[in-house]
Structures are given as C-alpha cells and as structure tokens.
C-alpha cells in the first residue's frame, strides 16, 4: 500500500491554522492538530498526569482532570517550567501523531504543528504549508502576542522555509481555495 502523503501545517499564533486544517478536512485530506493530541494526552496519559503532579502538585488539577488555564499561569511567567513542561509533552505528542500518521489510508494526511520548527519536526513531513498573516490581524483575532513569540521561529523564517505560504488576511473562502490549490498540486500525478 501506498505511503500518504504527510503535510505539516504550521505559522504563528492567531495566524489561522485551525481554519486551514478544517480547509483540508473539507477537502478530503485526513487531519489532526498537535492541540487535539495534547489535550487527549492531559486527559489519558497517566504518565504525563504523574508527572503534572510530581512537578506542581494537586493546583494542576481541577475535579480530576488537568487544568490547563492553571498550567499555562505556571509555564507562562517561567520560561524553566516551560521548558520542563515541553520536554514532557513534545515526545508524547510527536509519538501520537506518528502513530497516527502510520495507520492513515487516505492519500494527503496533513499535521497542524504549531511548534513544528522549534521541535525540528519539518523532516518528517513530505511538503510544509505555512499560514501567517500581518501583525495586526493576528493581534486583533488573539490580543497580546509579543511574550509568547519571543520564544518562536520568527515568522519571516517560517515563510521562508515553507513550501506553501498562505497570508491570510482575507477572507475564508480565499484560505479555502488556497487549501484547494495545495491539494490539486499534491494530487497531480509526478
């Protein structure tokens, strides 16, 4: 059987990549996002939820289930327990989504990893479709960004690296024919 063909999805925070994966679902490519993947892994991982607790005790808990709202104060105002946090999560998700991608019939399955150059993930992805938009529309759609990005691949570097790159500033219907056109140049025979 045919290996699909894997695509990542990646940009910056309130680019859009949650539409654009919805995008290539309507189209037929089979989807996941890394943040679907970590909250299941907060849910079942009992491993993971061990070591929530180890390092931060019961206030990451909230009737029996993670408290992400809590986490996030944590990791967000230390950039160490950050740095922890990741080290327990990136392998887990990158584990998951590998398991995924292996069990996949459908012939373009697409990864959104917002992560994805940080964690040096690109090479194990066939094409990477990055979508970004300008400074202002991602501030309007997620308010205050400038703390959380520091810490990222610039977005220039991202565009740059990219196979695909969408600037989406426009409306859904032009990031929908933008995924359609990905898609038809995937689906074209060599």
Do not use: C
């Not at 859009?16 to 994966?21: D, Q, T, V």
């Not at 309507?26 to 180890?54: F, T």
């Not at 459908?106 to 090479?123: H, K, M, N, W």
């Not at 501030?139 to 703390?147: H, N």
């Amino acid at each position: 059987m045919k290996r699909p063909f894997a695509v990542a999805l990646t940009g910056g925070i309130a680019a859009g990549k949650s539409e654009a994966l919805a995008a290539f679902a309507r189209h037929g490519a089979a989807v996941i996002s890394s943040d679907d993947v970590v909250h299941r892994l907060y849910r079942e991982d009992a491993g993971l939820q061990a070591a929530l607790r180890g390092r931060w005790g019961d206030r990451v808990f909230r009737d029996g289930e993670i408290d992400r709202e809590e986490i996030g104060r944590i990791v967000f105002a230390d950039r160490a327990e950050l740095a922890w946090l990741e080290a327990e999560l990136h392998p887990r998700t990158r584990a998951a989504t590998d398991e995924w991608l292996s069990e996949q019939t459908a012939d373009v399955v697409v990864a959104e990893i917002p992560l994805l150059y940080e964690t040096g993930g690109e090479a194990r992805f066939d094409r990477v479709v990055v979508v970004t938009a300008p400074p202002d529309v991602r501030q309007a759609r997620r308010g205050a960004l400038a703390d959380r990005e520091q810490r990222l691949v610039p977005e220039e570097e991202k565009v740059r690296r990219g196979d695909f790159v969408y600037v989406n500033d426009g409306s859904l219907e032009e990031l929908d024919a933008f995924v359609a056109e990905v898609l038809e140049e995937l689906r074209a025979p060599p």
